[in-house]
């Protein structure tokens, strides 16, 4: 099956610093998200991103779908910036296979 | 206009008993989708259902586990038997036309599995 692969899988952070992501994925892809859950285990849907480019306030995302990855840039980190992010794929029919995941720490 | 809804929230459970977890999708969703994320690890694919009908079981155990999505009422993830390697974090998420939701896919808040 797909593999998807994320990285750094660990990151600390000061408060006010920018990141950046990393997803790599083994095949093409119909469907890329990228989820952050944070530290009460909720799962947010942060980008549906299969190619191209979205900004949402400080957060955006990239996807090079031709390349294989995707890329999330976090800019002027929060603490609530804190959690989990996990890039998901979706090859074909319906299953997403997600990667194991970046745990990002911002400290005050 | 409320998302994708789980419950309980927690749910605690001895080694043996059986353990009922429900999922309400979003209004006007009738695909199902339930994921099992493990401590430390992502959410791993378990079994995909529409309606009064299995699309997809092929993530999910083949004993002690079934999923049922009847014609009216929420979605259950049944887990007989349990023990103490079925602790973990279960997710739900709905979509209106299955294969490809316009806007990606919105899950649950979880259910989170205690087997003590």
């Known amino acids: 099956g797909i593999q998807v692969e994320q990285s750094p899988p660990d990151l600390i952070l000061q408060e006010g610093a920018n990141s950046t992501l990393r997803c790599n994925f083994s095949?093409?892809?119909?469907?890329l998200q990228w989820f952050h859950q944070n530290p009460w285990g909720q799962l947010i849907n942060l980008f549906y991103?299969?190619?191209g480019t979205k900004q949402n306030g400080r957060l955006s995302a990239t996807t090079v779908a031709t390349e294989r990855y995707s890329l999330l840039y976090i800019s002027s980190s929060q603490t609530t910036d804190s959690g989990v992010y996990f890039c998901?794929?979706?090859?074909?029919?319906?299953?997403?296979?997600f990667g194991e995941g970046t745990q990002l720490t911002v400290n005050p | 206009n409320a998302g994708v809804m789980q419950n309980p929230r927690h749910l605690v459970r001895r080694r043996g008993q059986e353990a009922r977890l429900r999922c309400s999708p979003m209004?006007?969703?009738?695909?199902v989708y339930w994921y099992r994320q493990l401590p430390e690890e992502g959410l791993k694919f378990m079994v995909y259902?529409?309606?009064?009908?299995?699309?997809?079981e092929s993530g999910m155990p083949k004993e002690r586990f079934s999923a049922e999505f009847p014609k009216e009422g929420p979605s259950i993830l049944r887990i007989q038997q349990v023990v103490r390697g079925d602790s973990a974090a279960y997710f739900c998420a709905s979509s209106r036309l299955g294969v490809r939701p316009r806007n990606g896919y919105t899950f649950g808040s979880g259910t989170r599995l205690t087997v003590v």
């Open positions: 209004k006007g969703h009738s695909h």
């Open positions: 998901a794929v979706r090859l074909r029919g319906s299953r997403l296979t």
């Open positions: 095949d093409s892809v119909n469907n």
């Open positions: 259902l529409q309606k009064e009908n299995i699309i997809d």
């Open positions: 991103i299969p190619s």
